[in-house]
């Protein structure tokens, strides 16, 4: 008898096969059988008229301290993630000296915009390695499975001290202990190590990251310890310029170790070209025997203000500052007053930094996201040219839209991936087979940003609802998210639904899919504040053959695991 059947579901494999009507039986947290009729169960889930998927992969999250003391990892579990990888962008908490807690905290809220005080509260330090890490996050139960990454500031901090922090060179010996614990970490378990090249990411105290000026001397040496590991991914943020725009040390190391180097891709306003080039620089280095990634995100990166968010257009105005410590129903209460409200237009943002002024007056990008969200907006719906047509000012449109729904509401600043006002451009980049899909960032950029619902997003705008272009096949937009991301990461036991592999399985009714809007709640350790963002439709999710959720409702269940290494393909039954 098997452990668990889900019957007359459509299949949709991963794999990027047709979709078809049958079972999926499971026994022992393995699928022993895909489509037909299966035999009884102890327990059976009928999926008439729903969407049998494999679990989503999702390869790029910052839940680093969450998983400390969060076994869900909400919100990225809510949305049929049941395999997260962390560690990305160079940012982390081992290795860690004693004394260095606090440093590393300020660099991930700096970079990553989650409430230092809520790390501080949240996690209990009992590690210095890499692998000590692991063997923490692997005693605690979990829901959901996690990959973990060597970050580069902390390793550089830890090895270099000040040196490290403060981006020195490092010297020879500094690059061979850092060799050293990084293939140590792969060994015991890390899928990859990280690092950050680019000057937008700084830490609280608004330094860049540690490593964002490494040497080629001090990435090499690093990256051929992952080589001689045998496996991992080596990932990195960049502003791809200078010698990141050229790949040539990214070409020398992957031809060299054969290691796949993946870095985040976008298009930018100010050349919105330019990640056409990129890839076609990617097509050719590798077609020569490298082994580049380019990593792109289904949507929009949007930034969400609103009054309860870390950024919005009044929030450096001087009038606004003097009342920006009340509650916020107490906050809208004073700007709803006519002498608070002429006051805040009056003023000017007295900021110094260009990129934070062009933020808070980017009033052409701004638009109401709205409840249900639209992350693909008009043009015309943006609040420069509402305002235009309404003979307003646009900061004076947009202060009544911050205040409605009593100041819940939330302006949607896309500022990535939407140069021409919609996503036929970015419908390429899913579709090509050079890149792979992640940069959700669970669990960070708690007050601005909420991309971890992309795996929902993709099934009900990009497969279901789109009306301003073309959609995606249904069958893609599954297989990108599951097959494709555990590949990519040595991953071979999970993504798709065959008999011997892992199961991880959502059902899903596609018609009744719903992403509700995001709202700020304070729920961290502390009482620290990030955006979430729910949805309705998971009827079922499914890890190792149990049941996590159920209709959006935890079970309780936790058969979640710290995932150690590249896994073999599929296994009979335990």
């Known amino acids: 008898m098997h452990d668990l059947v889900i019957r007359n579901g459509k299949i949709v494999d991963g794999t990027g096969a047709s979709a078809f009507i049958g079972d999926v039986a499971i026994e022992g947290g393995r699928i022993t059988s895909v489509g037909g009729k299966a035999g009884a169960a102890r327990r059976e889930i009928e999926a008439a008229g729903m969407l049998v998927t494999p679990g989503f992969v999702d390869i790029h999250t910052h839940y680093d301290g969450q998983v400390t003391w969060d076994p869900y990892l909400t919100p990225s579990s809510w949305h049929g993630v049941t395999t997260i990888v962390m560690g990305n962008c160079g940012v982390g908490f081992a290795p860690v000296a004693r004394g260095q807690e606090d440093f590393l905290i300020g660099l991930m809220e700096g970079v990553e915009d989650i409430p230092g005080a809520a790390l501080a509260e949240g996690i209990k330090w009992g590690w210095e390695s890499f692998p000590d890490y692991l063997d923490a996050i692997d005693a605690m139960p979990r829901a959901i499975d996690v990959g973990a ?38 060994k015991a378990g890390a899928l990859g190590f990280t690092t950050s090249r680019t000057m937008l990411h700084r830490a609280k105290n608004k330094e860049v990251v540690p490593g964002t000026f490494a040497s080629e001397d001090e990435l090499l040496g690093i990256g051929r310890a992952i080589g001689a590991a045998g496996h991992g991914v080596f990932e990195m943020a960049s502003d791809m310029v200078g010698a990141d725009d050229t790949m040539e040390w990214m070409v020398k190391l992957s031809s060299e170790t054969g290691l796949p180097i993946t870095f985040a891709l976008a298009q930018i306003d100010q050349d919105p070209a330019k990640w056409n080039r990129t890839i076609d620089k990617v097509r050719r280095f590798n077609a020569q025997g490298a082994n580049l990634v380019p990593q792109i995100s289904p949507r929009p990166t949007g930034m969400l203000m609103g009054l309860e968010s870390s950024l919005h257009p009044f929030i450096t105005h001087r ?13 809208v209460a004073e700007m709803r007053r006519p002498e608070v409200r002429a006051q805040i237009l009056a003023e000017g943002p007295s ?71 919609n996503l036929d451009a970015l419908r390429e980049k899913i579709l090509d087979p050079v890149t792979a899909i992640g940069l959700s960032d669970g669990g960070a950029h708690c007050g601005l940003i909420c991309d971890a619902s992309m795996p929902t997003y993709m099934l009900q705008h990009w497969v279901r609802d789109r009306t301003r272009g073309e959609r995606l096949p249904l069958e893609v937009a599954i297989k990108r998210q599951t097959s494709d991301t555990a590949r990519f990461y040595g991953l071979n036991d999970r993504g798709a639904l065959q008999p011997g592999m892992k199961a991880d399985v959502n059902v899903i009714d596609l018609e009744a899919l719903t992403l509700h809007a995001p709202r700020m709640v304070f729920d961290l350790p502390a009482g620290g504040r990030r955006l979430i963002q729910r949805a309705d439709g998971y009827k079922y999710t499914v890890v190792s053959g149990e049941v996590i959720y159920q209709n959006g409702e935890a079970t309780g269940a936790m058969p979640g695991k710290l995932i150690r290494g590249p896994q073999p393909g599929p296994r009979p039954a335990a």
């Open 351 to 421: 900021v110094k930094d260009r990129a934070t002024r062009f933020f808070v007056t980017n009033f052409a990008k701004y638009f109401p996201l709205g409840d249900p969200p639209d992350y693909e907006p008009e043009r015309d719906d943006n609040v420069a040219a509402r305002a235009a047509r309404a003979g307003r000012a646009p900061a004076d449109l947009t202060y009544d839209l911050m205040l409605e729904r009593d100041g819940h509401a939330l302006l949607y600043m896309p500022l990535s991936n939407y140069a021409e006002y």
């Open 149 to 186: 990454q060597m970050p580069h500031g902390s390793l550089r901090t830890y090895v270099m001290g000040d040196r490290g922090a403060h981006n020195e060179a490092a010297t020879p010996d500094d690059i061979a202990r850092m060799s050293v614990l990084v293939h140590d970490a792969l």
């Open 319 to 331: 009038t606004y500052k003097s009342i920006a410590h009340l509650p916020l129903a107490e906050r």
